[in-house]
């Protein structure tokens, strides 16, 4: 099956001034990256703050311009700037505060993309716009409101409303609920999932909250310093993970089930991603560091189907978990692509917050 979304070898770099010594530098913000994405799949990028998480996103979508790789849809190449590209790849944000323009009422911000790209014909872009909002929960007057008359919960559903105007095949999802009550996530999260196998999107899910990403996702992506360094199912990736950096991860997630995870809290702050440490970037923060790991960068090495995991130790780690390092009884092989492969269904079993509170109140606090 041909991904609906696939990223081959992605790099993106920002150019600095140095404060205090002068000079200038450049920061890798995404490295060599590849995922694929199936249809109607979501992928969930995790990662701490930093990582290079939504920088990957908005490169994918076309707000930054990689300076090397692909991206394919459907198996057609797409760069940033293709004016056919808005078409097949939207993107929610994280603040619904400011990502939707102040002095535009609701109406006018749903309606802008489907007369840019010609969707309907002008005499039908009310008639659409009223079924865009009533998709995403929203009744018609408040096409008539501007954003700071609406809740947080309200104003990220004109945000989706507005991504899906353009009948796009892929959404990247930048966070969408962080800035949002813990009594509104939950209906978002289940609008997003609702939708999705409404119109068979394909979701590329950025998120720091593992459990959201858990219920959310068939496969995780785990992201360190502008690589993938772990993927798998979403199942796979929390109950049974492979690098370090994923494992103490999971370490500092709070959890009344004291003494599940044996991994270490970090304690040594992130590298700075101007100066990236020798060989394996993880290597100052790990616990289970080797000389190996300080002096060469590590592939990755698919260490069973469907895990590849870039990690010199990742044989040394899992038996300290009893398992085996071939998995499933092959050989451990290098993998030079992370979630080239577009499948996974595996749904994970963690069940939404419950979802009756109701965010269609007024401007929230």
Same mark, same amino acid.
């Given at each position: ?9 992605? =790099? ?9 010594? #002068?000079?200038? #530098? ?7 990256? %590849? ?9 969930g990028l995790v990662g701490e703050s ?21 991206i394919l849809i459907d198996g057609t ?16 944000? +994280? ?18 993309? /489907? ?31 501007? @954003? ?7 104003? +990220?559903?004109?945000? *989706? ?23 509104? &996530?939950? &209906?978002? /999260?289940? /609008? ?18 593992l459990g959201v990403v858990r219920y ?11 690589? *993938? ?30 003494? $599940?995870?044996?991994?270490?809290? *970090? ?7 101007? %100066? @990236? @440490?020798? #060989? ?9 560091? !080797? +000389?190996?790991? $300080? ?6 090495? !698919? ?20 398992? %085996? ?5 092959? !050989?451990?092989?290098?993998? @030079?692509?992370?979630? =080239? ?13 419950? =979802? ?7 401007? &929230?606090?």
């Amino acid at each position: 099956m041909t991904p609906r979304l696939e990223v081959r070898d992605l =790099t993106k770099t920002f150019n600095i001034r140095r404060r205090g010594h #002068g000079g200038s #530098g450049k920061i890798l913000a995404v490295d060599g990256v %590849s995922l694929a994405i199936a249809p109607g799949e979501t992928l969930g990028l995790v990662g701490e703050s930093g990582c290079g998480k939504s920088t990957l996103g908005r490169t994918i979508v076309g707000l930054y311009r990689a300076d090397q790789g692909e991206i394919l849809i459907d198996g057609t190449p797409r760069v940033s700037g293709d004016p056919e590209l808005p078409r097949h790849v939207q993107m929610v944000f +994280q603040d619904p505060y400011t990502s939707l323009p102040p002095k535009m009422r609701v109406g006018t911000i749903v309606a802008e993309p /489907l007369l840019i790209h010609h969707i309907v014909a002008k005499q039908q872009v009310a008639e659409r716009v009223e079924q865009l909002l009533a998709s995403v929960g929203l009744k018609p007057e408040h096409a008539l409101a501007f @954003p700071s008359q609406l809740s947080g919960g309200q104003r +990220q559903r004109v945000g *989706i409303a507005r991504a899906l105007a353009v009948e796009p095949s892929v959404i990247v999802a930048d966070e969408p609920v962080s800035a949002l009550d813990v009594s509104v &996530q939950a &209906q978002i /999260l289940n /609008l997003l999932k609702d939708l999705q196998e409404e119109h068979g999107i394909s979701l590329l899910f950025v998120s720091h909250d593992l459990g959201v990403v858990r219920y959310m996702s068939h496969r995780v992506a785990v992201m360190y310093l502008g690589r *993938i360094v772990e993927t798998g199912t979403a199942a796979d990736i929390v109950d049974d993970p492979l690098h370090p950096y994923t494992r103490t991860l999971l370490a500092a997630v709070p959890s009344v089930e004291r003494g $599940r995870r044996d991994e270490p809290l *970090i304690d040594v702050d992130p590298p700075n991603p101007a %100066s @990236p @440490p020798s #060989g394996c970037a993880f290597h100052p923060r790990c616990p289970h560091v !080797e +000389q190996q790991c $300080r002096d060469e960068r590590p592939p990755f090495v !698919e260490w069973r189907t469907d895990r590849p995991v870039a990690c010199h130790l990742v044989d040394q780690i899992a038996s300290t978990s009893g398992r %085996s390092a071939t998995g499933d009884g092959g !050989e451990a092989t290098s993998h @030079p692509k992370a979630g =080239t492969k577009a499948g996974g269904t595996t749904t994970a079993d963690t069940t939404a917050a419950d =979802t009756s509170a109701n965010d269609t109140t007024g401007a &929230q606090s």
